[in-house]
């Protein structure tokens, strides 16, 4: 869609603010506003509307707000998803229950995914039951607009209204219609992300990061960045950090799989069910085919949501790497090969577990969910947690207040389930497998900004990390 003229008609008095109702002091909870007031009327964009996790998810007082929607939505025209990640999808549902009634815009694989990651919280945190979720995910779908990469499209802010009657009269007075256009380029985070441009009525661009991907992974391309910049809004979850490279990540990988084979335990890998489970997958068929680790040795993928996301990335490989294609050209099948067992039922998922409990035999366990606050890790991590011989690899960002923090923290006891859990087990990190940016690739995006004003807002970060990026970016 071609970029329309600068009209001094209809934004003589525009004004642009940005109001944040999540994800501007701490990484979860994103909900973004673009307000635009053209001679007094009111018009809001909102970018995402995730959900509080950990310490994020209580205010001052301690009251639970992480579904809260404590903002007007009246003079909303739009949501744009940049991806299917909860804390930037989660509150969706209570902002429709709210009357939201406007388009929702995201890219065609984020539609194909959003409906699975939102009936697994609805599930969870509501209870309700199938027939219910599916008449709030249908109501969703109805909402949502998929646009491809690289495409303008419109959005009307305002448009001309008269009667019949003083048609003819007013012709020549009424305004142009006010509009904004939207485009997504991918993001390289997770399978569908994107960051967003939208481009004002004044022709100014305002680019909005939602999560951005590392470089050099190898299953989704890098973020190329955005010509032009006025306003940008950029995350910040690791603004202070350098992850190891990809070669160093396998490495490590391989080494901690090996020196636990000795041992003879299990090896607990807590992974969001999109993203961190797919570059997990790809890493150890990559060990298995190159004969680095024993290949008999079990890979169990116990979620059933990081099942079905899997498939999608499966059907969507024209977003893959170059380095990701040539593998399957080659007939490798880096994200369902035979070493894999899928686990599916709650009555099986506990016979593993049981089992395990009793033998500690040798296997790779991937299962969501990834910061250790719920799903089918939580019974895996109480009965292998005080065996010495179990390692836990913590692939991702650890919020405050989540189990996960506290076993990235060292502690010695935790509690699951309000239970007292000796820790034992060896603990790693490893943030080669971040689906973020670190400090050196976020710089790299903005300076690959060649135009505009770059007036950089900071967000989606802790205080250290934002302030460190913030230094490095002045």
């Not at 008269?162 to 048609?167: D, L, R």
């Not at 190891?244 to 396998?250: G, I, K, L, S």
Request: glycine share 6%; with cysteine.
């Amino acid at each position: 869609m071609p970029i329309p003229p600068k009209n001094s008609t209809q934004t003589t008095n525009l004004k642009t603010t940005l109001k944040h109702h999540g994800g501007k002091l701490g990484v979860t909870g994103s909900c973004h506003e673009l307000n635009i007031n053209n001679n007094g009327n009111n018009h809001g964009i909102l970018i995402d509307c995730g959900l509080f996790q950990g310490k994020d998810a209580k205010d001052k007082h301690g009251n639970d707000k992480k579904l809260d929607i404590e903002f007007p939505i009246s003079h909303l025209k739009a949501l744009i998803l940049t991806h299917t990640h909860i804390d930037h999808i989660g509150r969706l549902p209570w902002l429709l229950a709210k009357g939201f009634k406007q388009p929702i815009y995201c890219t065609p694989a984020t539609a194909e995914l959003v409906p699975l990651m939102l009936d697994d919280g609805l599930k969870l945190q509501l209870g309700l039951n199938k027939g219910q979720r599916t008449r709030v995910l249908e109501l969703i779908k109805k909402q949502i607009k998929p646009i491809p990469y690289n495409q303008w499209h419109r959005i009307a802010l305002s448009s001309r209204s008269c009667s019949k009657s003083s048609h003819s009269a007013l012709k020549a007075k009424r305004p142009e219609p006010l509009n904004l256009l939207l485009r997504f380029q991918p993001a390289g985070h997770i399978l569908g992300s994107a960051y967003v441009e939208i481009k004002l009525p004044n022709n100014e661009i305002v680019v909005f990061s939602g999560d951005l991907g590392p470089s050099n992974t190898p299953l989704l391309p890098d973020p190329i960045p955005p010509k032009r910049a006025d306003l940008l809004v950029i995350e910040s979850t690791y603004g202070n950090k350098l992850h190891d490279n990809v070669e160093t990540r396998a490495k490590r990988l391989q080494e901690i799989i090996e020196r636990s084979l000795q041992d003879g335990g299990a090896i607990i890998i807590p992974a969001f069910s999109v993203g961190r489970t797919q570059e997990l997958l790809f890493d150890i068929e990559h060990l298995i085919h190159h004969q680095k680790i024993d290949s008999k040795i079990p890979i169990i993928l116990d979620s059933p949501l990081a099942n079905k996301v899997t498939k999608q990335y499966r059907r969507f490989k024209k977003l893959w790497s170059k380095e990701a294609k040539t593998k399957i050209n080659n007939q490798r099948h880096p994200l369902n090969f035979d070493q894999c067992i899928t686990i599916e039922s709650h009555k099986e998922h506990m016979r593993v577990v049981n089992r395990l409990k009793s033998t500690a035999e040798p296997c790779i366990i991937v299962a969501a969910s990834g910061m250790c606050a719920g799903g089918r890790v939580m019974n895996y991590l109480e009965v292998l947690l005080p065996d010495k011989r179990t390692d836990i690899i913590l692939a991702g960002y650890q919020a405050h207040g989540t189990l996960g923090r506290d076993l990235q923290n060292q502690k010695s006891r935790v509690w699951i389930d309000n239970q007292p859990i000796d820790v034992s087990a060896q603990i790693h990190t490893m943030s080669g497998y971040s689906a973020h940016a670190d400090q050196a690739d976020l710089i790299k995006f903005v300076d690959g900004i060649e135009e505009g004003r770059k007036e950089v807002v900071v967000v989606h970060g802790e205080r250290e990390a934002r302030e460190a990026l913030c230094a490095a970016l002045t």
